[in-house]
């Protein structure tokens, strides 16, 4: 089965992506929910999943992660597992672990490539030394006072690993300092302070480190996308393609860049801001990003031509096991 055709929304080649189903006739399980804050939208993402999966015939089972998730996987008998998890346990390279030793195929990247997207200040260090441009910043560990700023006001305060907006807020004066870090602290004792770049929230979708589409997505009602505006319908504005002119190239490239960059495997989410001199800053990497109906990513795959139904087998279709076994020879 064919799936859409790439262009880029304006800027890259034309590709054909293909369908191949080759877990067709495999026992699926949809991993949901799971143990991280991010849970409501876990759960969201997996029925999506599963649904469309199983209008297409595949046998689905939904795994509702928890501590016993490994006798669960057993008991269901599942042969591949489709990760539809976000945030810690979920997408950090902990459930890939799990999976790693239990060798079951799954979805999404690796266990190195999660566990360094997930960390903020990892990754960031990792993008600096590539020279992709990224926001500066400093760490506040857990003790540390937030007193000690990367750059003037405004600042972004976020914690070093959590999803959806959790823990982070806007700083605009030396009296919101404290209460930011406490915020972000509730989520992680870490706490990375970032200068706020000016400009545009655009988002790119990248599928076999190619990026599909820039989308421009504008908060309604509130200066950041807050984990409300983010999940409740109508507190959004998308414009796809992102309008950044001639700078559009340059943002598809540096979202593809980073996404190699971070080892996030088969498809990630990339997050930047543009300054209006159309420079693109990374701020994070997403190796599970939302596949729900308010998703992001499912969006920019249907401008660039893939319906919903292929996308999700087309992740399927890449799923895999990342660990080379290398036991030595007579091992018991």
């Not at 960031?124 to 540390?144: E, F, H, N, Y």
């Not at 959806?164 to 700083?171: F, K, L, T």
């Not at 109508?234 to 001639?246: H, N, Q, S, T």
């Amino acid at each position: 089965m064919s799936g859409g055709r790439q262009g880029g929304g304006g800027g890259g080649a034309m590709r054909s992506w293909v369908v191949t189903g080759r877990y067709r006739g495999a026992r699926i399980g949809v991993l949901s929910g799971g143990l991280s804050s991010e849970r409501e939208v876990a759960e969201r993402s997996a029925r999506a999943a599963a649904a469309a999966l199983r209008e297409r015939g595949y046998d689905v089972v939904e795994i509702a992660v928890g501590r016993d998730v490994a006798a669960d996987l057993r008991a269901e008998r599942v042969e591949v597992a489709f990760n539809a998890l976000h945030g810690r346990y979920g997408e950090d390279g902990c459930i890939q672990g799990l999976l790693e030793t239990m060798a079951i195929p799954y979805t999404g990247a690796g266990v190195l490539g999660s566990a360094i997207a997930m960390d903020k200040w990892l990754s960031k260090q990792l993008l600096v030394a590539a020279g992709i441009p990224t926001a500066t910043a400093c760490l506040l560990r857990s003790g540390d006072p937030a007193g000690r700023l990367p750059a003037p006001f405004p600042l972004v305060f976020k914690p070093r690993g959590e999803g959806s907006s959790n823990g982070v807020s806007i700083v605009h004066g030396a009296g919101e300092l404290e209460g930011a870090a406490a915020l972000a602290r509730r989520y992680d004792p870490d706490v990375i302070v970032e200068e706020y770049v000016p400009g545009r929230e655009v988002t790119v979708a990248v599928l076999d480190d190619v990026a599909l589409a820039a989308m421009e997505v504008v908060p309604l009602g509130d200066e950041m996308h807050s984990y409300d505006v983010k999940y409740t319908p109508g507190r959004e504005e998308f414009r796809i393609p992102a309008p950044l002119g001639d700078h559009y190239q340059r943002a598809l490239d540096v979202a593809a860049a980073a996404h190699r960059t971070l080892l996030a495997g088969p498809y990630s989410r990339v997050d930047l801001r543009v300054r209006d001199d159309g420079a693109p800053v990374v701020l994070e990497c997403n190796t599970l990003p939302g596949l729900h109906e308010l998703g992001w990513f499912p969006r920019m795959a249907s401008h660039a031509g893939i319906a919903f139904g292929d996308l999700i087998e087309m992740i399927l279709d890449r799923a895999r096991l990342n660990v080379r076994e290398t036991r030595l020879e007579g091992a018991r």
